[in-house]
């Protein structure tokens, strides 16, 4: 089994130290054509505009996609990973991957970045801390930037056993604001109750709404995409990676069953 981990920037390594140890192949994706290698992708945590920029700074996603007869015509940045998404193909995207992948992201700078979308979700970009500016004054305000919680996921237990929780790891996390009917919840984290509530206007509603539940959906599935906001790669618990593997290998029998066998009479 051969899962591919899109390798411009960010914590790609540890997911392939993780899929290693599951005794599965991760290769590094940066160029299109390499995608078609692969039945299942995983887009890892790091920065996303910055993921988004050197995409194209490398010309290794947009404009090399955008040449590619195949995908001429196709409106939007990231076409081959759109169409990835679109023929349902087991993706995962944590934290920076899960932004990439929603259908809409708030609270980024004007303009934000492109997203690959597939995912019927609202999220907040830096929900639990900012990536630039301030953030040594948001810190001092005690505003969380990076934290660790105990996430409670039955459905994983259910399918991978283990232990009743898992380590949620959040760095500059975005969280989920809104799901779409078809989204499974995974898992959800308490906000701690000291976060002090946003004094600034331009919040949005939804954001305030969250903050005001102090309940934060930091994981979930919808079909075939799967995406977390904190990072199970920097944890030696495997049962994140398996359970996507997992997907894969139902993708795979599903497509499998779906062959039509013509039998000659
Ligand atoms: N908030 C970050 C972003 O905007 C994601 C952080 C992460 O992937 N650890 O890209």
Redesign the pocket.
């Known amino acids: 089994m051969v899962v591919g981990v899109l390798a411009l920037q960010?914590?790609f390594n540890e997911h392939i130290a993780v899929l290693r140890r599951l005794g599965v192949k991760g290769v590094e994706i940066k160029k299109p054509e390499q995608l078609r290698s692969v039945r299942a992708l995983i887009i890892?945590?790091?920065?996303?505009?910055?993921?988004a920029k050197l995409a194209e700074y490398h010309n290794l996603v947009c404009s090399l996609f955008l040449s590619l007869s195949r995908y001429k015509g196709k409106k939007g940045k990231f076409p081959a990973l759109r169409e990835f998404v679109k023929l349902g193909n087991p993706v995962w995207g944590?934290?920076?991957?899960?932004?990439f992948l929603a259908d809409k992201a708030i609270g980024?700078k004007a303009g934000g970045?492109d997203l690959i979308g597939g995912l019927n979700c609202t999220v907040h970009?830096?929900?639990?801390?900012s990536?630039v500016a301030f953030s040594s004054v948001l810190h001092a305000t005690n505003w969380i930037q990076?934290f660790e919680a105990e996430l409670s996921v039955p459905e994983i237990v259910a399918k991978e056993g283990g232990p009743p929780s898992f380590r949620g790891v959040?760095?500059?996390?975005?969280g989920i604001l809104e799901v779409g009917p078809e989204v499974q919840v995974l898992a959800e984290v308490l906000l701690p109750s000291d976060k002090p509530a946003k004094d600034d206007a331009t919040s949005e509603s939804l954001e305030e709404n969250a903050k005001a539940e102090k309940k934060v959906i930091v994981a979930v599935k919808q079909g075939t995409l799967l995406a977390t906001a904190f990072?199970p790669e920097l944890t030696a618990d495997t049962r994140w990676h398996s359970y996507f593997l997992k997907m894969l290998d139902e993708n795979s029998e599903e497509a499998s069953s779906s062959t039509v066998t013509v039998v000659p009479s």
């Open positions: 960010g914590s890892p945590g790091g920065e996303s505009t910055t993921m944590t934290c920076a991957g899960l932004i980024q970045q970009r830096n929900f639990f801390g990536q990076s959040f760095i500059r996390a975005p990072h």
